[in-house]
């Protein structure tokens, strides 16, 4: 489904004339290539998991906004302004991100679910979040909400 979308969002930017929007779809394009080859390599014969492509633009998000802050260190704000852009295209490709009190809820909900006790269930709620809400939250701040809850 949204390797679809991603398809029909290149051919209707392609269609408007909108580079920017091109040159973006393009990237996620050849990335999600590039990971569909790689797994081939391992046996995956139909390429990464819809959750894999999210957990891929969330990549590409944090990367961009990464780029931002170095961007604007060294006074390139056109260059930081073209990352901006580059994610707001990215996340129309992105479930909506939950706020603080719906991850705490989720977090409980998980916590809940799998009988955590405490620091050391993490890696399984962080696992469990990363599966039922792939691409809808910020997982480092998942993961300070996490120890929040665990620890005594």
């Known amino acids: 489904?949204?390797?679809?979308?991603?398809?029909?969002?290149?051919?209707?930017?392609?269609?408007?004339?909108?580079?920017?929007?091109v040159s973006t779809v393009r990237l996620i394009l050849a990335a999600l290539?590039?990971?569909?080859?790689?797994?081939r390599g391992?046996?995956?014969a139909e390429g990464i998991s819809e959750t894999e492509i999210l957990q891929m633009?969330?990549?590409?998000?944090?990367?961009?906004?990464?780029?931002?802050a170095l961007y604007e260190q060294g006074n390139r704000f056109?260059?930081?302004?073209?990352?901006?852009?580059?994610i707001s295209i990215i996340e129309r490709f992105?479930?909506?991100?939950?706020?603080e009190s719906e991850m705490t809820a989720a977090i409980d909900a998980?916590?809940?679910?799998?009988?955590?006790?405490?620091?050391?269930?993490?890696?399984?709620?962080m696992s469990a979040l990363?599966?039922?809400?792939?691409?809808q939250m910020d997982f480092a701040q998942a993961s300070t909400l996490v120890k929040k809850r665990l620890s005594p």
């Open 57 to 68: 633009l969330q990549g590409m998000v944090k990367q961009r906004r990464d780029s931002i």
């Open 1 to 21: 489904m949204l390797r679809t979308t991603l398809s029909d969002a290149l051919k209707h930017a392609m269609l408007a004339k909108n580079t920017r929007t």
């Open 78 to 86: 056109d260059l930081a302004s073209q990352e901006r852009e580059e």
């Open 33 to 39: 290539k590039d990971r569909d080859i790689a797994a």
């Open 94 to 99: 992105l479930p909506r991100r939950l706020d």
């Open 42 to 44: 391992h046996g995956n």
């Open 110 to 125: 998980i916590i809940s679910d799998l009988g955590a006790q405490g620091l050391k269930d993490m890696g399984r709620i």
């Open 130 to 135: 990363r599966t039922r809400h792939a691409g």
